[in-house]
Structure formats: structure tokens, C-alpha cells
């Protein structure tokens, strides 16, 4: 295979990686398996070489913006405080390196063999008949 073949493919592959990151599917709540791939996806499209130029394609802002549109509110919500302190704090713009480090972070603390699952017990607690009769 010459070079320029071999650079065909790469760029392929890594362009395939870019397309999987903006375009997938949003990760719903509590999907911590979901949030893992997604990292995993992150570390792939980074590992990528550089010369290949995905990193750049992804610290588009549009980019950006359409990968943390992926995730659950809540974690968008952090990621907005997280954004905020890089801004003012560090001073420069966001980029895919941040919202790796995000991602695997959150995927991480997800997935956390005991305490990753949080469960709202009130909700799924049924009320008893007698709570509902007798009302507040």
C-alpha cells in the first residue's frame, strides 16, 4: 500500500470517528455504559494521528457545541460551569482535550461499581392507600 493510500484510509477512519462523535444519539440519564462509549470514542478520535487532522475538526466550536449537545442535561449543565471556569479562570477557549477530560471523568464517576447508580427512591416509591385517603 503506498503512503498516499495508507493516508486515504487513515483519514477515513478518522473522519468516521468525527462524524460518530457529532452526529450519535444523545446519551440518555444514568447511562453510564452509554457515557463510557462515548469517552472511549473521545480517547479513539485523539489518538488518531495528528497529521491526519481530526483533532481540528472537532475543536470547531459548532463541533463542540453539537458533542455536548449529546449529553444529558445534567451533565450540560456542569459542563457549562466547567466551560465558565476555563474561560475566566484559565483565561483561553475550550477545546476537544476539555471536553475529553469531562467525558471520561463523568464516565467514570458513572460507572462506579458502588456508588456510579443513583436511584430517586422517592419516585419510585408507591404511596400507600391509607397516606392517599387521608391526604397532607
Known amino acids: 500500500m503506498s503512503s498516499k493510500e495508507r493516508y486515504w484510509q487513515d483519514y477515513r477512519v478518522a473522519a468516521a470517528h468525527v462524524q460518530r462523535l457529532i452526529d450519535g444519539s444523545p446519551i440518555k440519564s444514568e447511562d453510564g455504559a452509554a457515557l463510557q462509549q462515548f469517552s472511549i470514542h473521545f480517547k479513539s478520535c ?20 453539537k458533542i455536548i449537545d449529546r449529553l444529558p442535561y445534567g451533565l450540560r449543565l456542569k459542563w457549562r460551569d466547567t466551560v465558565d471556569r476555563i474561560v475566566e ?22 460507572t462506579h461499581p458502588i456508588f456510579g447508580k443513583i436511584v430517586n427512591e422517592s419516585k419510585s416509591k408507591p404511596l400507600n392507600s391509607k397516606a392517599r385517603r387521608d391526604g397532607p
Not at 495528528?50 to 463542540?64: A, C, M
Not at 483565561?91 to 467514570?108: G, L, Q, S
Open 89 to 110: 479562570k484559565e483565561e483561553r477557549d475550550v477545546t476537544v482535550h476539555d471536553i475529553t477530560a469531562f467525558v471520561t471523568a463523568r464516565a467514570r464517576a458513572a
Open 46 to 65: 485523539l489518538n488518531t494521528p495528528r497529521e491526519i487532522g481530526s483533532v481540528n475538526k472537532l475543536d470547531n466550536p459548532d463541533n463542540l457545541r
